[in-house]
């Protein structure tokens, strides 16, 4: 697995090969930069890692990484929501969720303490649309950046396979021994046969 960095640097070079490309077919900045953001977002925000809950993905949370804990019992690593589109839709309709159960919180937190408040989303119809389609363009830029980390995987999987299994073995025992000298032991779960963070 090629790690955090590995899938960062990936990622860097598809976003500013994305936006060369778009900009020489002719796509509006605004368009270009909502891409880009979605890239970013499925970087270090909503990485297809997020079933790992000790990736450097989940750790940028915070103390709201605990949000991802459910995430992180229910999915298996490198399973279905691993998959491009998929587990980009399932991993923003997660946080989409944990956002409206918030407002509906603070909604009846403000109703009980003798605030109003209210959301109006009045406006013309063209202009929802208009922005609606930068959401397609931030989810699209999303897809991108989880089809490059999951590509990444495959291929860093089956280079795997090709070296001889004893030199496999030498190379997980000192990968371990390093991982537990920087973050200490980890627990038999989160170790699999291969070295890697489930």
Avoid: C
Wanted: glycine share 8%; aromatic share 14%.
């Amino acid at each position: 697995m090629p790690g955090f960095w590995g899938h960062t640097t990936a990622n860097a070079v598809v976003l500013v090969g994305t936006t060369m490309v778009m900009r020489w077919q002719g796509w509006s900045w605004q368009d270009v930069m909502a891409v880009d953001a979605g890239i970013a977002v499925a970087t270090f925000v909503l990485s297809p890692d997020m079933d790992l809950f000790r990736s450097e993905s989940i750790k940028g949370w915070g103390v709201l990484r605990y949000l991802w804990l459910p995430y992180a019992k229910l999915a298996k690593h490198r399973d279905r929501l691993h998959l491009p589109v998929a587990g980009t839709l399932v991993r923003w309709l997660y946080v989409m969720a944990i956002l409206a159960l918030f407002v509906i919180l603070f909604r009846f937190w403000f109703r009980r303490i003798g605030l109003q408040v209210s959301f109006d989303f009045a406006g013309d119809a063209d202009d929802i649309i208009y922005n609606a389609l930068y959401i397609v363009d931030v989810f699209i830029g999303a897809v991108i950046a989880d089809t490059t980390h999951y590509l990444l995987d495959v291929a860093s999987t089956r280079l795997k396979r090709l070296i001889p299994r004893r030199y496999r073995e030498r190379y997980e025992r000192y990968a371990q021994r390093h991982r537990e000298r920087d973050r200490g032991p980890l627990r038999g779960s989160e170790w699999n046969l291969q070295g890697e963070e489930r």
